[in-house]
């Protein structure tokens, strides 16, 4: 988990004007998260907490029973959404919990045949039925797929009344008001549904108006957004909350909401000229889905401060499972903070009924403390960088290795393996200068340069393909693969940049003879066979036509990553373990292929289609430009293991099964330095001549054992290795709406999402 922060860079005290709203740019002085004037009480006083769901759409969809993905990297372990709501229940009466509110997306898809979903999403709501919690939920844009009929009918109004919290439900079956007491005051919250008009909201503000004197709190799917810095937003449907809602009814002085990736929060002024906190959570596209992660809020009446603690109750039991991008506790401003609020005040200026009783110590600093004894973080163990740039395992099996060079002043994607799969430079449209060779690389890449791309726009780009006749064109990898490369997105990444491949294969799926996807769209049958591509979301995807003989696609997923950072992205197709996994940094991702052996393995694909790096076909035209860096990409015919991959190094390189490795030299880099090692049967590439190659040496390779993964004590296995960064996790800012909907794996078709920005 590279960085979790969230940072307001704003100015403290500056008031600007946004679409009517007082926007307070900035945290008072003396609250600042993280510093000594930020910090809890540590005296007694009357305190009270409420708990917060964010997003728990990806526990429900790959956690259902048929294809879970859960128990599959984490047998015995339960799934994350019931790890939340358990410790809710175990941790009421420790941490004073008033209230739990669920912020909508309960599940990820909601149409006809995606109930199997609501039977996770049920199960874990169930366990704060029987403890006779008090809760509410809500549904977010992914519960709107059917119109509401699942969400309404596993969360009817019956059920929801059975919290002691309920009060009344609204119009649609979906808004409802809650009453709870929190430190001896009374307290009411307001929840409605996903793009809330009409009915609903003349029913929540009729709500409001017959209690102006309770102390509210507003939640719904979708009020703030953030920027790619972190800073709260205003958006379209929270304007209109707030128009209706919020600005006039004094008696609100808290919303908070989810929707959008990441966390973060500020404070606004209402026509009566008090405070309204907002607070953003969704940490669905962190790692593994969400990693448990949800918030435990404060309110401490006798001191004036409202506190956050952003967890996850299921880390912890991951116990020896747990690696570097793992967090029980998160530390960004938008994720854990202090701030001072004054309650008497603010409840003063709407004759709120505010007498606090209890003499408690902050749940806060009890929660902290506990996550730290419970669980450390796993520092990445760190890689060794390479002594040159032949400091990398060679692999008998290696089918293609191409590092960008330059030759007779143009760039080429040399393949040194020694098989001729060499890539030349090609243009889409009519341009220069598109491709340039680089010294900016991933640290622990070996190569020495890498390519930076910088398309024009859509079908105006460059890129390097093989040639008709490679033999790395016929390779279908029924056997298993491991794919390998190096990627930076550009800090300038945008719309006209999404789906740009880093891989790709030629050719179109719908001609493949074996492709057969039952009730296939156009996007699934105009695809190319092999596309490796970030998404609108910032995902890496990983999409791939199997060579089975009724075939069809199949799709693994990362979370969101940082813009401007260097990746290393492994894809392992292992037929002897039914599985499709993706690993960023060394750490496997959650949305793999799992249980599909004899199905879902090798990459199909047409004997004279090339093999092409740095942008993707569409219909069989070049349709999107990768923006970004690409450095060296390896293809192994067979999975295996992170002590020979292209981060480890030659020395400490165990060979697979006793045979020794070995893989040609390449050809010298434009520096002129020599090329990798070779073993005793490794010939020098038939297609380099004497004037660009140095004579390469020879060293025998070590057979050592794999090392030992970051944060399990156990002997390597894929995935598991030691690792630099992560992928964005939760925290990291992310621009635009809320989530897409990527097919799940062992779905039939997986197609691009060109979904609008609200409907994300």
Known sequence: MSSISRRLFVQAGAMVTLAGVAVQRGWPANAAPYTKDGTVDGHLGARGCIALLPDTQFYSRYGVESADLFAKQYPGLPNPYDCQTQWIVDHTADYHIAMTHHLGDVCDQSGEGHEDQYVVADRAMKIL?????????IPGNHDVADDFHYYRTWFPKDRQAHSPSFREMGPSGMSNWHGFTVAGVPMMAVNVPWGSDGADLDWAESVLNAHPTVPTIITTHQIIDISPDGTALSTSFGQRLWDRLINHHNQVFLTVNGHHHGATNRIVTNAAGQPVFQQLLDYQMAYQGGNGLMALMEFDFTHNQLCQTAFSPWVPLKGERANSLDRALLTGSGDTWVTSFDFASR???????????????AATTALRAQLRKEFTPIAALPLVKPANDTDYPTLPGTV?????????????????????????????GILTNAAALVTDHMTYSSAEHAVRFTPRAKHVFAYFATAKDAPVNRERFEQGYTFETFIKIDKDYGSSNYWGAF????????????FTVAGADTDDLEEPPLSGAISSLKEVQWAFTDTAKVGNGYSVWSGDVDLDKWYHLVVVDDPREGSVVMYIDGVPMLRNQYGTAGRAHGINGFDDRP???????????????????????????????????????????????????????PTASPSGSAGPSTGPSSTSPSNTSPSTTKPSATKSSATGTPATPSGTGSSATPGASPTVAGPGTAGQATSGGGHGAPQAPGEGAWHRLRLPRTGR
Not at 129 to 137: G, I, L, R, T
């Open 347 to 361: 409840f003063a200026s709407f004759d709120a009924d505010f007498h606090p009783t209890g003499e408690v110590p």
């Open 503 to 514: 891989v790709c294969r030629g050719g179109r799926r719908g001609d493949l003879p074996n």
């Open 611 to 665: 093999w092409i790096i740095g942008g993707s076909i569409y219909d069989n035209i070049m349709s999107t430009g990768f923006f970004g860096t690409i450095g060296e990409t390896r293809l192994v015919d067979h999975p295996t293991t992170p002590a020979q991959w292209l981060t480890a190094r030659a020395s400490s390189a165990p060979s697979p099964s006793g045979t020794p490795t070995s893989e040609p030299s």
């Open 129 to 137: 039925d029987d403890a006779k919690a008090s809760y509410s939920v």
């Open 400 to 428: 293609a290795h191409w590092r960008p060079t330059e030759q007779d002043g143009t760039l080429v994607e040399r393949d040194i393996s020694g098989n001729g799969n060499d890539m030349t430079l090609k243009k889409a």
